[in-house]
């Protein structure tokens, strides 16, 4: 048997990316933005509130997610930022306190611009096994990996966990790397 298994949702959105980054750009060129995991990075403050559509498609993808692990619980999306990395920007690894389920969907960017990375939740799993240090896993699977990376692609979304730690590897290209991120509660 598999106990305590973290589902991790994929979903593609039919979304125009470019639209979604012109509101992105503008939102950028007038706000400061907040410092949160974001090393370098732009994230903007929560804005729910401009994107409605957005938030309608990614609703019934939370819904089958929530579904197929059985929690029934009403949740809602309550939070919506964006982010924007460019070269060398990075996010540190983080989870998200006081939330149930993270978000990420991605408006542009391709592998090279950063990985997302989900952290093996086991604290004692890479405490114990192989002294901490990285080590290459030949076959690597749910039950002996470090760490998953997920490589952005624009149309992409993922729903996990909050308590999931997460990081953005450096976006090693000249070209953005923006995302659309969002909490469930
Ligand atoms: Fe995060």
Redesign the pocket.
Known sequence: MDIFACKIKESHLDVDNDKLYKLISNLYSQHAGRSE?NKGGWQSENIISELPSFVDKIKPVVKEYMDEIKLNIELDITQVWANINKYKDY?AQ?F?LQSNF?GVYFVKGEKQTGNLLLHNPFTNFNYCWFNGKLVKIITPNQYNSQVVKIYPQPGKLIVFPSWLQ?SVEPNLTNEERVSI?FDIN
Request: proline share 0%; no cysteine; net charge neutral.
């Open positions: 995991s996010n983080h998200h993270t997460h991120s």
